[in-house]
């Protein structure tokens, strides 16, 4: 499958009632509207979404839905902050009959996910507010390739 990961959007600094809450800000809102124009325009959309339960995240999945015109986001507890490689892999091969899964979720995350798949552990990989990254992976298999890591100016940047 196409494993698509997209870092939520900048968000609020702090937020009276925790972290869970904390909110997207307009500049993360255009980011998650850049990615979503960028795949759509690559003919690169997802066949499906999953997003992380915290509410940055959720709002990412939204606003990128919104825009590729697409269904929204199934929210999957796994992919709060704080998750890990191993089970993030068995948790994506539920889904093994789509070609193109999307996640939306957290850092430090995506990176210990892709350095886990590529096999780069002890590598340094990191994905910005904002980013898209693409794996090919079949999971469980821990194995894969990575198709492209788009850091969110060049999403912006695009005519798209």
Known sequence: MK???LRHGKAEDSHPDGDFSRALVEKGRKQARHA???LKAAGELPDIILTSP???ARQTAEEFCQTAEIPGATIQGWLASGMAPENALKELAAFHDF???AIV???PD???LIQCIL???GGSIEIKKGA???LEVNPPSRRGTLAYLIPPALAKNTDC
């Open 3 to 5: 494993l698509i990961l």
């Open 36 to 38: 979503a124009k960028l």
């Open 54 to 56: 915290l509410v940055r």
């Open 99 to 101: 070609k193109s899964v």
């Open 105 to 107: 979720g957290h850092e």
């Open 110 to 112: 995506f990176s210990g």
């Open 119 to 121: 096999g780069a552990n």
């Open 132 to 134: 898209l990254a693409c």
